[in-house]
Structure formats: C-alpha cells, structure tokens
C-alpha cells in the first residue's frame, strides 16, 4: 500500500490524495481498530509475512496519524489537506495565465456552483476540494454498486480534467524544485 501510494504520489497528485481519502475512510471503517484492520485487510494480501508487516506499519502509521490529528471520524490528513492548498494556488494562478486551463474550468464550473448549492450552507473547502470530492464521490458509489446518474459522470468528467492539469503542473513544479 505504501508503494501504490509512493507511486501514485510521484506520478498523479490528485490520485494520490483520493487514494489517501480511500485509505482514511478503509481506517474509519475498522473504527481505527488495529487489530482489525490487521486481520480483515493486511492478513488479505496475497504477500510474504515480511511484506505484511510492512503493511500492516503503513496501515498502523496512518492511524497513528489519524488520532494524533484527530480525524478518526472525519476530515483528512494535515498532509493531504496542505497538498489540496497547493493544488488551488496553481488553480488560481492557472486561471490567471492559462486560456485552455479557463476553458476546462469554465465546463466544471456549473457543477462546482451546484455542488455548493446542494451543500445548503455547509462549507464544501476550495473548488479543488469540491472537485476531489466529486470524483471520489463518484469512486464510492461505484465501489458501492449504487446507479450513477449522467449529471455525475459529466461532473466528474469536468473535475477529472482540472484535477489532471493540476497534477501535471504540480510534477513540473516539483520535479523543477528538485533539480
């Protein structure tokens, strides 16, 4: 798991923060019970006992995490919101600069506006948080077998485009850093 998520978090950034939102809820569901999470996920995986330790401290180090941070019941991770942070200043310095980035907002923008409608009040975070919302929104109703209606394929179709510019210029702008 901690490879999958290494991976993801070099190659595609939003990936990596939906997977992490995965990871959370996984945790949440076992009520952050080590010995659960030990037994009904870790003791799945078709591994060596040596790399199911190492799972299992990926696993029990993400708890840890959650408890220190106090969001065993709900919100994300220090990290993943920061990373979300990150996200939007590119998002607002791409509108500024960006004609085709403009355009692919301009489609995603309706369901951004509708999303916050549909929350009556409640604060949904950035538009870059509304558009991972949406898409891992998507992730767990097909996860969960339930029907998704054409607005939520569009929806998510227009989040995925800005989230995938996203991810692209935060690896520019991070392999740039590096060097």
Not at 80 to 100: F, G, R, Y
Not at 101 to 121: C, L, S, T
């Amino acid at each position: 798991m901690q490879s999958v998520a290494e991976n993801k978090k070099s190659n595609n950034i939003a990936e990596y923060i939906i997977y992490m939102y995965q990871m959370e809820d996984l945790i949440r569901s076992y009520q952050g019970n080590a010995d659960e999470i030990k037994t009904f996920v870790v003791e799945k995986y078709p591994v060596s006992e040596e790399e199911k330790n190492k799972i299992a401290d990926w696993y029990l180090d993400l708890l840890a995490q959650m408890k220190d941070q106090g969001i065993l019941e709900k919100g994300h991770l220090n990290e993943l919101n920061m990373l979300v942070s990150e996200l939007a200043q590119i998002h607002w310095n791409l509108l500024k600069t960006d004609p085709t980035y403009f355009e692919a907002y301009g489609k995603a923008k309706p369901f951004i506006i509708e999303a916050v409608m549909q929350a009556e009040g409640h604060d949904l975070g950035n538009e870059i948080q509304i558009c991972l919302n949406g898409v891992y929104g998507l992730l767990l109703c097909r996860l969960l077998g339930r029907k998704v209606s054409d607005e939520q394929l569009k929806s998510a179709d227009s989040y995925g485009d800005i989230l995938s510019t996203l991810s692209y210029h935060y690896k520019v702008k991070n392999t740039i850093s590096n060097n």
